[in-house]
């Protein structure tokens, strides 16, 4: 089972990206937030959990070991499969996740491509409790650039300048310089403003 790869991303998509190790291109799919940490071109380090199918074996990456590890435990529910988990990554920082389940936050759960009202309160009430043990933050060794805040508010600005029709490389760039100018304290709104005028120069 192939547990992580390292090598150079070769190209980004929505949902998936291309990593070079050694001559041999691996697809990853992956969530928003996890693809805003890598760049095109550059070396990266890619977690991965390995889905062996019957016609195919289909690999899924991450950035971290937090967002794997809740992929792993998102997956556990009947009704979650590997493309909404990811779909739930993307939608929700691991932080904000956790707060939705304890919460018993529906709607930020629903905001999730693929997740009904139905499918939030299972996951609500299967996870609650199981949450709480759950990791919150990067783990050492992640493949994470500046524009991947541990707080999720760089990837969040990332995807919100792809969302604009800009590049992922270009976008991430753009989030890079803006949070080394303002600082890993600065607000969503701002950030997405200054990575807008960076993108404009």
């Known amino acids: 089972m192939i547990a992580r790869l390292t090598g150079r991303v070769e190209l980004l998509g929505a949902d998936r990206c291309l990593v070079d190790v050694h001559g041999v291109g ?37 950035a971290d070991a937090a967002e794997r590890d809740w992929f792993r435990l998102l997956t556990t529910v009947q009704g979650v499969g590997a493309k909404v988990a990811l779909s739930i990554l993307s939608a929700l920082s691991v932080r904000d996740l956790a707060g939705a389940l304890a919460g018993g936050d529906r709607a930020s759960l629903t905001r999730a491509a693929g997740v009904g009202a139905k499918l939030a309160l299972r996951l609500i009430s299967e996870l609650r409790e199981r949450s709480g043990a759950m990791p919150m933050g990067a783990a050492a060794g992640a493949a994470a650039s500046p524009a991947s805040a541990g707080d999720g508010v760089g990837a969040d600005a990332v995807s919100a300048l792809v969302n ?38």
Do not use: K, M, N
Request: net charge negative; no cysteine.
């Open 164 to 201: 604009l029709g800009y590049r992922r490389a270009e976008a991430a760039t753009a989030v890079e310089r803006a949070t080394e100018r303002l600082g890993e304290a600065a607000a969503l709104a701002t950030l997405i403003r200054e990575g807008l005028r960076e993108l404009a120069r």
């Open 26 to 62: 691996y697809l990853v799919f992956a969530s928003t937030r996890t693809l805003a940490a890598l760049a095109d071109g550059a070396e990266a380090i890619v977690l991965i959990e390995t889905e062996v199918r019957e016609d195919a074996i289909v690999l899924f990456g991450f």
